[in-house]
């Protein structure tokens, strides 16, 4: 299918704008590298036409933050960030590696550029770390660089887990994105609207439009995670409010709370509806405590995968002057505890998914242990344990998450 096509279907459906609601101007290299706050617009009420950039997942005033714990040597900054200037997406030798067509079976096979595209949007974004960090140019002419050669190249993505790479992939590249349009004049406008015009029309309707809401919950979580930073990116408030409507109704589809009642509640516009469908979409599993996690009982690692997901759209919304976070507080601080709980060594009793478990939750936690714990002040002791003995930290980058301990440990 055609961009053009594509962006006509979302027309046609209502549920996009047509067009870019504006752009904000970009900054200079220097003034991208000092120390700078956004305190005075940060928590307010984002008026409904504009945004506030950069403002996907991270901030300006995040970064200063990062970059003055640095500077002082101070943990465990220092020591993520060593890992991140180490690794292999952070080395100025990366070649991008773009598809013209992404296809992506179950499981990612076929893997006919899967990996590829993940990557270098895990690249780029670390890239574009690396940049606001430092200072260094040579870090964004890698990562715009990146962001150019699938702008050139992409134009679709094929195959049962089309939405899901989509998802995967549509987040890390807002993300780049989004810090490079809004801190390095050094891409030209030319180009950056190439790539806010693949950001829409190729990776939108994936996970705006093509769901899946039947599927594990991981799913559609890591969806609107992307369509929320795109849509920040592209200055979509329709697309904002649509990705938001359906992150309010999937959350608590997804972690239960008692106050549900006997059964969880239904996969938003699925159809798992009746007791026998809702107990066999939650593996099994035929009691239900708060915190449990529809994927509980699948793997712990697809968990923590909706944790991180459910937490990237609230710090975006959050520096949008949106709180979803309180909306979701008790469902995320629960699931948290509960699976912390397990992570930590206690056995599972007999009737919690036939007594047996997939461990772990992974590299997930920082962002909403940052917030519920070190803003909120939630009593989450389990889950700091977790954090700070599990050898968690520093957390790295796969599939749509990455150097999450650098960005948000103890960040304000």
């Known amino acids: 299918m055609t961009r053009t096509s594509l962006t006509s279907m979302l027309l046609a459906l209502g549920v996009l704008a047509a067009t870019l609601t504006g752009t904000a101007s970009t900054v200079s290299a ?49 020591t993520a960030y060593e890992a991140l200037r180490t690794s292999d997406l952070a080395s100025l030798a990366w070649e991008p590696r773009p598809w013209a067509i992404v296809e992506c079976g179950s499981n990612s096979n076929p893997n006919h550029g899967c990996t590829d595209e993940r990557n270098d949007a895990l690249a ?47 987040a890390s590249f807002a993300r780049a994105g989004e810090l490079m349009k809004h801190t390095y004049d050094g891409w030209t406008a030319s180009r950056v609207q190439r790539f806010e015009a693949m950001l829409r029309d190729v990776h939108l309707p994936q996970v705006l439009i093509d769901r899946r809401p039947n599927h594990n919950g991981n799913w559609e979580l890591i969806m609107m995670d992307a369509a929320v930073g795109i849509s920040v990116f592209l200055n979509d408030r329709d697309a904002f409010d ?8 999937r959350v608590p589809a997804y972690f239960y709370l008692k106050s549900d009642g006997p059964l969880p509640q239904p996969p938003p516009d699925g159809t798992k509806d009746t007791p026998e469908e809702l107990i066999a979409y939650w593996h099994g599993q035929t009691t239900f405590v708060d915190g449990l996690s529809q994927e509980t009982c699948r793997n712990f690692g697809y968990v923590g995968w909706g944790i991180d997901a459910t937490s990237h759209v609230a710090e975006t919304a959050r520096l ?61 002791k389990r889950t700091e344990r977790l954090l700070l003995t599990s050898g968690i930290r520093p957390t790295g980058a796969n599939y749509f998450l990455a150097w999450e301990t650098l960005t948000h440990a103890d960040n304000p």
């Open 320 to 380: 949008q002057g949106l709180d979803l976070y309180g909306e979701v507080g008790e469902r995320v601080t629960k699931a948290l505890e509960f699976h912390a709980k397990y992570d930590l060594g206690e056995e599972p009793p007999d009737w919690l998914c036939g007594g047996t478990k997939q461990r772990t939750l992974g590299p997930t936690l920082e962002v909403a242990f940052n917030h519920y714990h070190n803003r909120v002040g939630a009593d989450l």
């Open 124 to 170: 780029a974004y670390t890239h574009a770390l690396l940049w606001n960090l430092t200072g260094e140019e040579v870090h964004a002419l890698k990562a715009v660089e990146i962001l150019d050669a699938w702008s050139a190249t992409l134009i679709g993505h094929t195959n049962s887990n089309a939405p899901l790479q989509a998802g995967w992939s549509g």
């Open 30 to 78: 220097s003034s991208a590298t000092a120390p700078a706050s956004l305190a005075t617009v940060e928590g307010q009420v984002a008026p409904s036409t504009t945004f506030v950039h950069p403002g996907v997942l991270v901030s300006t005033g995040q970064l200063a933050f990062v970059r003055a714990r640095i500077a002082e040597g101070a943990e465990p900054w220092t």
């Open 242 to 249: 649509a990705a938001i409507d359906i992150w309010k109704r």
